[in-house]
């Protein structure tokens, strides 16, 4: 009797285990996204909150997969199961599964950390760049574009190739990144994505920011497009101290400027009373009362 019971028993400890399992999961996941919005310093990091219960739920699974597996191969081990069942082998896949993606997280992982890190030597963030990284490659290249020390040589072959707009935006406004790469990016297609970095960069010639000012509503598919390229490429411009006064003068009377340029031109301290005065009547009630607080502290 006792052992039958032991036998009735098990199925329902290991289906307590298989709960506990995937309840853990379920939060490490969880915990595990709480822990990339909250210190993500992206202003649209908080969409991420959506995603929640998504990877919970597949946390969740991996538990109880795991927990499954662990318990067939504990059989087999224990002469239960022979370890050529389904059970078992597809426990030995899973777990295989498993090493390979642990293998591959640690990988990335190691790599983001030295992608990240100035004091990495130029050889280091090379060996980086040119290695296969099977898990968020390009969360990688971005912390390499990012990285002050980052030589001269990969911020080039970015821009050579061109296929990602941001990561050339964040080699234009890079201080390593030679003059011809960023005529380079300043002769591509318009774009917000591709043309912010640069427009930021102190080292923009004057024939760089024309380019860049002389964009218009035209060279754009859509109005949206247009109004983000104002947002972060032009309004980028009136801030950078190297575009010339005379284009900082033909932004700051554009007609119907974007909120963001406009509020650039409240905000620049190369900006007179009347071109204060101007961007402020421009849009709504919050750009007027800044413009206001802006003219009054000059004494305008």
Known sequence: MGAQANMAGTPRSRSRIHALA?????????????????TS????????????PFYGLGGALAGWLLSFAGFALADACAGRLGWNSGRVLFSLV???????AGSALLQQRHALAVASDPRATPE?????SGSWIPLWRRNVDIALMKNPATPAALLE???????DGYLVSLAGAHPNTPLPALEQIAAGPLGYERMAGLASHRRITPAMVERLA????GDFRSEVEYKLYQTHVLAALLR???TPQAVFDRLAAREAPEYFLALAVVRSPRADCSQVARAG??????LHTTALAELKRRGC
């Open 22 to 38: 995937a309840l853990g999961g379920f939060l490490l996941a969880a915990a595990w996204v709480l822990y990339a919005v909250f």
């Open 41 to 52: 310093t992206s202003s649209t990091a908080a969409i991420g909150l959506v995603f929640v």
């Open 94 to 100: 899973l777990f295989a599964a498993a090493a390979l």
């Open 124 to 128: 280091m963030l090379a060996e980086i």
């Open 157 to 163: 072959a970015v821009v050579a190739d061109g296929r």
């Open 214 to 217: 002389n964009a218009d509503r």
């Open 240 to 242: 950078n101290p190297a």
């Open 281 to 286: 009547s421009t849009g709504g009630e919050v």
